[in-house]
């Protein structure tokens, strides 16, 4: 039987694409690592000593495409982040150094430059233990931008495509999916895995802003003024937040140190109760520690060079510390209902016969 050109160029087309297809599940069949190490174990040592294991494990790490992506990817976050920790730390001693000389000039730097500081260094505190956890459970953890480089820089040394190569990475997790018998509350979860992450981090990481700026910099939530005494410029002070601050610092404190747990933990343990739970009593935390501001009220609001403003701004603060308070309790109340009724029905579907 004679076939038709186009017969033969569809037969020819579909073999190919068997080969292919064929010869992508021959590369994902290797799921062990050249080191000798379980691929698990060894993700998790591409985070361990940060950008430093990264390079080891990308040098002597030749088979197994997930560990080369946790190696490299270990390698640019921490290496990106601990450079910009390390600026800001140098600009932190030359502005301290700058103070000496100059004064209050150069407090609005200082602040600048410790915050900045702060941040990335909570970031790759924050990012290090995720990592580190994910990997060990064979999962697949891009990162934006971080992860999207990594992954082109990894794959463009090991001369495949950047898709063929996270087909390869991915296929070599053991995650398996979840039976479902065991979805539970897992279906009430709503969103993706990566955007709880997310949230989870933000709220990490504005936490310990918080603290540390509560604790050792709330001096500087003022109103500035410079004057020129002698040829030298000088900045005055004039803090908001009066030493009453102290009596609601241990409040704020624990509810701060509790939300950077509390989170952590809803990171490691991805699951409906856990978190439902978390947020509760993170959200009547706050209520409680925002109440304790409207009771003590630690705000000087006299400092504002504008008298009318001065008068107005308290009254501006109370209603936004109320509406916060109204906010807050609300969350809690309405998780709290659905808690409560989601753990009905999932105890129902349990006790239903199948």
Request: hydrophobic share 50%.
């Amino acid at each position: 039987m004679k076939l038709s050109p186009e017969e033969r160029r569809r037969i020819y087309e579909e073999e190919k694409a068997r080969l292919e297809s064929e010869e992508k599940v021959e590369a994902t069949k290797e799921t062990g690592a050249s080191t000798g190490l379980k691929p698990n174990v060894a993700g998790l040592l591409c985070y361990l000593g940060v950008w430093l294991t990264g390079i080891i494990f990308l040098i002597i790490e030749r088979k197994n495409k997930l560990v080369r992506f946790h190696a490299m990817q270990s390698l640019v976050t921490f290496g990106i982040l601990h450079i910009i920790i390390a600026i800001a730390n140098t600009v932190r001693g030359w502005v301290s150094w700058s103070m000496i000389d100059w004064g209050w000039l150069f407090y609005p730097q200082w602040v600048a430059a410790n915050v900045v500081f702060g941040v990335f260094l909570a970031i790759s505190i924050i990012l290090w233990i995720v990592l580190m956890h994910r990997a060990y459970h064979d999962r697949w953890v891009k990162l934006p931008v971080f992860g999207d480089l990594a992954q082109r820089l990894v794959a463009k040394l090991d001369g495949i495509k950047k898709e063929d190569f996270e087909y390869q990475a991915k296929s070599a997790t053991a995650e398996p999916a979840p039976p479902a018998a065991k979805a539970g509350m897992e279906i009430h979860l709503k969103g993706t895995r990566q955007g709880r992450i997310a949230s989870s981090t933000a709220a990490i990481v504005w936490s310990a802003i918080f603290l540390v700026f509560f604790n050792f910099f709330s001096r500087y939530l003022a109103f500035y003024s410079r004057e020129v005494v002698d040829g030298i410029t000088r900045w005055n002070i004039y803090p908001i937040l009066t030493p009453d601050l102290n009596l609601v610092l241990p409040i704020l404190n624990v509810t701060l140190i509790l939300s950077i747990v509390g989170h952590s933990i809803a990171i490691a343990r991805d699951k409906y109760l856990v978190r439902q739970i978390t947020l509760i009593v993170l959200n009547t935390l706050g209520m409680i520690t925002v109440l304790t501001f409207l009771r003590v009220f630690p705000f000087d609001f006299s400092v504002v060079p504008n008298a009318e403003l001065a008068a107005i701004l308290p009254t501006v603060a109370v209603v936004v510390l109320i509406l916060i308070t109204v906010g807050l309790g609300i969350g809690a109340l309405v998780r709290f209902i659905k808690l409560i009724i989601n753990v009905s029905k999932s105890r129902e579907a349990k006790e239903a016969p199948h």
